[in-house]
């Protein structure tokens, strides 16, 4: 460009500079361009949040029909894994833990990921006493012949005891184990101090359990 072109084109500049700022006041002109420029901000920002949301909902959840006719979420297990998880451990899983050890959130587990689990109760009667009988009649553990003890073929048994008083899963261990080779085996643990003070406050009203002799020792 020649130094009279250059010269030109900046007077240019500073004759459309003078005009804007004799009709529009600067600070308009500045608080113009900043809203501009956050609304610009703010719909990148919105359309990347936008596509990483769906990039993790594709990668967790294939399809409506993986979540059973239930709101898409990323939340949501995939139910078409169950058989490839089922391939490295094999049901039935079989919690050993003792009470207050995260038996619950064992239980909230295995039914999120479509699993037929069982907590404390299997259908009318508690799962420590059908076991219980179950072994005493020389039967495997879980086969029961009480037909309100719904604990034959189910995938996961997530409470077997029968409270601190009647810990089915220590007495009769040997038993379970050789009932169920091929069960997978659960031991729950959690911070000893809060698992005392759980199992006092939750069976203080029993007169069976130690707890509530010694709580206050």
Not at 36 to 56: M, P
Not at 83 to 98: D, H, T, W, Y
Not at 170 to 193: C, K
Request: some cysteine; proline content about 6%.
């Amino acid at each position: 460009m020649s130094k009279p072109q250059q010269n030109r084109n900046e007077l240019m500049s500073v004759k459309f500079a003078a005009n804007a700022k004799a009709k529009l006041p600067m600070s308009l002109v500045v608080i113009f361009l900043m809203l501009f420029l956050l609304r610009s901000s703010e719909q990148n920002i919105q359309i990347l949040n936008d596509n990483a949301v769906v990039a993790v909902a594709e990668k967790v959840v294939e399809s409506k029909d993986d979540i059973e006719g239930e709101s898409e979420s990323c939340l949501r297990p995939r139910r078409n894994r169950n058989a490839e998880v089922k391939s490295l451990l094999r049901p039935p899983f079989i919690n050993l833990g003792m009470p207050k050890m995260g038996s619950t959130s064992l239980q909230s587990y295995f039914e999120c990921g479509g699993y037929e689990s069982v907590h404390w109760l299997c259908g009318g009667r508690y799962c420590g006493d059908c076991i219980e009988e179950a072994i005493q009649a020389g039967l495997p553990p879980f086969s029961s012949q009480d037909p309100k003890c719904k604990i034959n073929n189910i995938d996961s048994y997530t409470q077997i005891d029968r409270g601190p008083e009647n810990l089915v899963q220590v007495n009769y261990l040997h038993e379970i184990m050789a009932g169920v080779p091929s069960a997978t085996f659960v031991l729950t643990f959690r911070n000893m101090t809060k698992w005392y003070m759980s199992m006092s406050n939750w069976w203080t009203d029993s007169k069976e359990v130690p707890f509530n002799s010694t709580k206050d020792n």
